[in-house]
């Protein structure tokens, strides 16, 4: 595209951005922000690959620095790096890929109804999902009047550290299987949602419903929560590769895994609370249900809060109107 289509095409878009760094346009909604700033970076990219020396560049460098300094005026030093990750970066990261939580999330409900009606339609589905040697150590535990055993025999510090590992493993497949154009995380999330659906299938079957989701939700809630967050980072990597916009297909997949890897890189500490959870919680059986309940409570509200409703507050306070004006192009 020539240079002169290039600006005729997008100027309108960069001036209402401009406007809303320099205060004169306060009535665009979060997402609204959210698509201009994305825009003018993606621009940026373009210009500075097709038009190098050009004006249209270093105007949409200096916009971009603007809005850049705008996001991150309050960030620290390297000393908190690690604290301004979570509280700050991320935030601002995760606002930008709702969608891919959206979507990873429905699939994974989809399928855990699916996986509930093939069992509830097919006696010898269980079976087939979870294995002959865990269902028949399930009915055994439910004969010795005591169904949740199985997360009774272990170590609690060896279960801990097991059951830790071995979910940051399944985070990861389900990030790094997205570099299968998305659909190796969306089979992940299948797969997964199949079998929670024919799991908790098996335990109303039996009549113990409330006993299983009381139980298994302490630790679960974090738990699953987290594969789908993870899911989600596999979805962004996909769309790096399937959608690079302005960008070259290679930049755009860099930035899907640079994205996507910061999003499993957020779930490590909740995979831990969760480890923790279902080492040391959830054998506790004897527990009161409003103890559960409590517990199950907060772990959800913390996900949604931190993965849903803190990006939203904290991208529309960084993206409050600035003072001073850039100059238009």
Known sequence: MREAAFVKQNKDKWIRFENVLSGNHTDLSPDELSALYLEVTDHLSYAKTFYPQSKTAQYLNHLASQSHQKIYKTKRESSTRFITFFTQEFPLLMYKYQRQLLIS???????????????????????????????????????????MRVYKEMNEVEMFMGITVN???????????G?????GSLYLMMQNGVM??????????????????????????????VIIIAGAAGLVLGNGILFPGTYTRLESFKRGMKDGLKIVVSTIP????????????????????WLAILIITLSLLLILFYYVVYPRIYFKKQLQPLDERTDHI
């Open 105 to 147: 999330f429905l699939v994974f409900t989809l399928f855990c109804v699916v996986g509930a009606y093939s069992a509830a339609t097919d006696g010898a589905y269980v079976r087939s999902i979870l294995g002959d040697a865990y269902v028949n150590m399930t009915l055994e535990n439910i004969a010795d009047n005591d169904p």
């Open 167 to 177: 979910n940051i493993k399944v985070a990861l497949m389900a990030f790094i299987f």
């Open 179 to 183: 570099i299968l154009l998305s659909i």
């Open 196 to 225: 929670l659906g024919s799991f908790q299938y098996f335990f109303y079957d039996k009549g113990l419903l409330w006993e299983s989701v009381r139980t298994i939700w302490i630790h679960g809630t974090i738990e699953i929560s």
């Open 270 to 289: 909740f995979f831990i609370i969760a480890g923790f959870l279902e080492g040391f919680v959830t054998r506790h059986t004897e527990m009161p249900d």
